[in-house]
């Protein structure tokens, strides 16, 4: 008699929540199977709609309940979705993918059921469970997007299919480095001539930022950059901003443009603080620290002990490979060169991207340990080899000039120069400066004035700063630019950068450049 007043007053909502509220005399479960098997279906009906309305109201309780009314689905269908929404999102808010991804997947077969696979609800559910599978690094997200992309266009959705083409573009199977994937560029191109709204104009603009970020098409990568960050801007949400800005670190990565990422990696910070934001702190912090190699920033070490932490805090498996590299960047600049290829190693093997963009990052550390160790040759063929599959990085073709240099193939050293510099150019992309400096330093090596004098040219503007190819750095400009100052018979030109690279050195306790500063200053 008493459950039977309660339930009619509403209480029962209060007996079968968690034990959080001091009337809780009886175990939630018991009280629930009690319920399930007394009432009638109407009845039932009204619980579980009464039930639900209470759990979406409280965060965290909807997650624990979720499964209970799922199962009681058939009584209220619309709510039942509404519930495991909910609780997907706040599995994802709690950085739990996995359960995240399972609950979107009910919701989204529930949704079918009742609204049909073509229904933009439906589509948008299983655009939530492929972005917690894609964070729990399930390759299989990339099925989903496809299906929801065929399906949108044919129901001619543009918002949907817009979508679907932009998760397609994150970091993972789709987007390799080095090559282009035609099929995903036509989709982007067909995407982008939709008729979107800005913010979902934003969204694929950004994303396709980072699908062309190494795939040979530098000017795609800035344009859409610019075009997300402008569309998001017109939006005057922070989120849809915090979205584009995090793009910042694959497009503004020529030295001429780093003034311009130093304040926008501030903008993308104070954001992430004004909306409380982990994952977009994370963003920040890891585009400070590349800023801070950039500017020999002694302060990069705590960047990074908090991009770090958040790293781990957050689960995603992209995340911690963003951390993880440049984690191997740190260990290479203290001069712990063994831990820096086997973190690297570490890293790749556990990558959430596509193979042959984390080999791209694995390789550079490779090559930057390698040459510090002075086993560069033993890369001599890896190298060859990239420059033949990836002819859309033409930056390898300065790592196999400055391998040729080591081995004294001068010729070879000339042919990468007139390519580079006299031919098509190497492109203002994430290789740029640390490619220029090693066909710097290669150049010099072969004593040619005339064209030691013309990469110095290229150089000399960017003189007090450091190197960077995306995830890790080959030294400060100035040690190319020394030696490019010898090679032309400017000894005091040469000391004047030799000092210009020690304070760079020291700035970043970098120890790892010691050597090669000292033999430049036994030579002068």
């Known amino acids: 008699a008493d459950l039977d007043t309660a339930l009619r007053e509403g209480a029962a909502i209060r007996l079968i929540r968690p034990a959080t509220s001091e009337r809780m005399d009886l175990d939630s479960a018991v009280v629930r199977s009690w319920l399930l098997e007394h009432l009638d279906g109407d009845e039932r009906a009204d619980l579980h709609h009464r039930l639900g309305l209470a759990l979406l109201a409280d965060g965290a309780n909807v997650l624990a309940a979720a499964p209970h009314l799922l199962a009681g689905a058939r009584h209220d269908p619309e709510l039942a979705i509404e519930m495991a929404a909910s609780a997907e999102r706040v599995a994802r808010q709690t950085r739990m993918f996995d359960e995240a991804a399972e609950l979107a997947a009910g919701a989204a077969s529930l949704a079918e059921q009742r609204w049909g696979p073509n229904d933009r609800r439906t589509s948008a559910l299983v655009l939530s469970q492929a972005e917690d599978l894609r964070d729990a690094g399930d390759p299989s997200y990339i099925e989903l997007l496809e299906s929801v992309a065929e399906r949108a266009r044919h129901g001619r959705d543009d918002q949907i299919f817009a979508l679907a083409v932009a998760a397609m573009c994150k970091l993972g199977p789709l987007t390799e480095a080095g090559n282009l994937n035609v099929e995903l560029a036509e989709l982007v191109e067909e ?143 203290d001069g712990r060169l063994d831990d820096a290829e086997a973190t690297s190693a570490a890293n790749s093997a556990a990558a959430a991207v596509g193979p042959s963009r984390a080999l791209t990052a ?163």
């Open 362 to 524: 694995h390789l550079m550390t490779r090559l930057v340990v390698r040459l510090a160790q002075g086993r560069g040759q033993e890369l001599r063929e890896e190298a060859d080899l990239t420059v033949k599959e990836q002819p859309g990085l033409p930056g390898w073709r300065a790592v196999a000039a400055w391998l040729a240099a080591l081995r004294g193939d001068h010729d070879r050293v000339i042919i990468e120069h007139d390519f580079l510099v006299r031919g098509p150019g190497l492109p203002p992309d994430m290789s740029w400066s640390g490619a220029m400096m090693l066909l710097g330093r290669a150049v010099a090596a072969t004593g040619d004035a005339g064209r030691s004098a013309e990469v110095a040219t290229l150089l000399a503007p960017h003189s007090g700063l450091m190197t960077w190819i995306g995830s890790c750095t080959v030294g400060p400009f100035d040690l190319a630019l020394a030696e490019l100052a010898l090679a032309v018979g400017d000894d005091d030109e040469a000391r004047t950068y030799l000092e210009s690279a020690r304070r760079c050195v020291r700035r970043l306790h970098a120890t790892v450049y010691d050597p090669d500063l000292d033999a430049l200053a036994a030579r002068l």
């Open 191 to 333: 995407a982008l001539a939709c008729d979107l709204d800005s913010a979902t104009r934003a969204e694929v603009a950004g994303q396709a930022t980072l699908f062309y970020s190494m795939s040979g098409r530098v000017d795609l990568c800035m344009d859409n950059f610019h075009v997300a960050l402008w569309h998001a801007r017109r939006t005057g949400d922070d989120r849809q901003i915090v979205e584009a800005l995090g793009n910042v670190y694959a497009s503004l990565s020529h030295p001429d443009d780093w003034p311009l990422r130093a304040e926008l990696a501030e903008e993308l910070m104070t954001l992430a603080e004004r909306l409380d934001d982990d994952d977009a702190r994370f963003q920040a912090l890891h585009l400070y620290f590349s800023t801070q190699v950039m500017f020999s920033d002694p302060l990069l070490r705590t960047t990074f002990t908090r991009q770090a932490a958040l790293a781990e805090s957050l689960r995603s498996a992209g995340r911690r490979w963003m951390a993880g590299y440049q984690l191997a960047c740190l260990q290479y600049l």
